[in-house]
């Protein structure tokens, strides 16, 4: 971790007219600005933040924040935001800014978010109930968040999603692919890269067990979500299975190779003004369902049915009853690389052929295998052989499992024996 002190000077790479060293929030991470010192936050508050007598304002890069909770408070959400749409834009094949600062409210407390979504608004929305919104009124945009919700950052994603793709595509987004993105990367952790948050979508995310019990008969296919108007899609009877849906079909879209190659076909035609059904119609469509239907049969129901159990086990130590349930697992879905990831990792933490266990881990490695502790576990089997040589193979993944999730407790500890 770099000291407040270093960090200073490395930020400090321009000077105003008077000398004084100019602090550069805009290459500043979010892991990074938590670590600053309150000395050193308090010279950022001074250099950006703006008091608008109502609000604290902060443009830094890509957003302007507005909050009512306190001027370093305006600075955190704007690093955050930031930094979580130069994320996002990781996934895009062309990459591009909003032509305008995308305007984010944090308000203190429900009563301040519903009078300021009521104020933005018009009158025209209640906001009550919610604690989070993407707002539209003619030709002001904004999205809104209540900080006192203890989900205030899976707000500001979830909303921020869908306030990127409005941005970006300047055009109507259809409700299953705006909510079926929105639900994958409300759930993010900014400790963890893209990709990494990707993966873990799926273990971290309570739609993965909704879906299990509408699937088969109440799963929506693509071809029907994109008939529904936002009236059909929002009909209470079928709101959670549209929802779930689109979650699952935005899981396949962002999560491989074939879907991500879509899904930018799917931006880029919505930034060139043309409607989705430009890319998605005849054998495109139909081929589409399947693959999403495979990814259905063949990596969420056996995670939804069989992983969770082994987690849980894990969690409590109990590898024996872990293994039995991964070598189930494995016996019901053959080919699921999930099942022979637990497996491999379970039978090394055991000590039974340890060096073939590692081989497996690494060729599931190899394979780009989605599983987001995959270099935690090729670590742990290295550990475990316990010659001078394949510790330093363990702390050498375990640096590797660091680079994908900073906060990784496991690492860090395997590190430090």
């Keep these: 971790m770099t000291t407040s002190l270093t960090r200073l000077v490395l930020l400090s790479t321009l000077t105003v007219s008077a000398g004084t060293p100019l602090l550069r929030?805009?290459?500043?991470?979010?892991?990074?600005?938590?670590?600053?010192?309150?000395?050193?936050?308090?010279?950022?508050?001074?250099?950006?933040?703006?008091?608008?007598?109502?609000?604290?304002?902060?443009?830094?890069?890509?957003?302007?924040?507005?909050?009512?909770?306190?001027?370093?408070?305006?600075?955190r959400i704007a690093v955050l935001m930031d930094e979580f749409y130069a994320r996002f834009s990781t996934l895009l094949q062309h990459r591009t800014k909003p032509r305008e600062p995308p305007s984010v409210y944090v308000l203190n407390d429900a009563a301040t978010y519903a009078q300021a979504?009521?104020?933005?608004?018009?009158?025209d929305v209640d906001p009550s109930g919610s604690a989070g919104m993407y707002c539209v009124s003619g030709d002001r945009r904004a999205l809104f968040a209540d900080r006192s919700s203890q989900k205030v950052e899976t707000i500001l994603f979830h909303e921020g999603t869908h306030q990127l793709m409005d941005y970006l595509t300047e055009l109507y987004v259809a409700d299953w692919l705006d909510e079926g993105?929105?639900?994958n990367f409300e759930y993010w952790e900014m400790t963890r890269t893209v990709e990494n948050n990707l993966h873990n979508n799926l273990y971290v995310n309570p739609e993965v067990l909704a879906l299990l019990e509408i699937y088969p008969t109440g799963f929506v296919p693509l071809s029907k979500l994109m008939t529904l108007s936002r009236e059909e899609f929002?009909?209470?009877?079928?709101?959670?299975?549209?929802?779930?849906?689109?979650?699952?079909?935005?899981?396949?879209?962002?999560t491989t190779k074939q879907g991500r190659n879509i899904f930018n076909r799917l931006i880029q035609a919505l930034r060139k003004g043309k409607p989705l059904e430009s890319v998605l119609r005849g054998n495109l469509i139909r081929e589409l369902e399947k693959r999403i239907r495979e990814h259905i049969d063949t990596v969420v129901l056996?995670?939804?049915?069989?992983?969770?159990?082994?987690m849980a086990l894990m969690k409590e130590k109990q590898y024996a009853a872990a293994l039995k349930a991964a070598t189930?697992?494995?016996r019901a879905f053959p080919e699921n690389q999930e099942a022979e990831f637990y497996r491999a990792w379970l039978l090394a933490l055991s000590g039974d052929d340890v060096d073939t266990r590692i081989k497996?881990?690494?060729?599931?490695?190899?394979?780009?295998?989605?599983?987001?502790?995959?270099?935690?576990?090729i670590a742990q089997a290295y550990r475990k052989k316990g010659d001078e040589s394949s510790t330093?193979?363990?702390?050498?993944?375990?640096?590797?499992?660091?680079?994908q999730h900073v906060n990784h407790e496991g690492a860090k500890a395997l590190l430090r024996d």
Aim: hydrophobic share 35%; net charge positive.
């Design 234 to 254: 929002d009909e209470p009877q079928t709101v959670g299975a549209n929802y779930t849906s689109s979650w699952v079909s935005g899981h396949y879209l962002l």
């Design 360 to 377: 497996t881990l690494r060729k599931l490695a190899g394979r780009k295998f989605p599983h987001p502790e995959i270099d935690f576990a």
């Design 328 to 330: 189930e697992m494995k």
């Design 392 to 403: 330093r193979r363990a702390k050498s993944y375990a640096r590797k499992m660091l680079k």
């Design 117 to 123: 979504v009521t104020d933005f608004m018009e009158g």
């Design 181 to 183: 993105v929105a639900t």
């Design 302 to 310: 056996p995670h939804a049915r069989h992983t969770r159990v082994i």
């Design 25 to 75: 929030a805009d290459k500043l991470s979010y892991q990074e600005y938590l670590s600053l010192d309150e000395e050193t936050r308090a010279k950022l508050v001074k250099q950006y933040v703006r008091d608008e007598g109502k609000f604290q304002t902060v443009s830094i890069n890509t957003y302007t924040v507005l909050t009512d909770v306190s001027p370093e408070y305006a600075v």
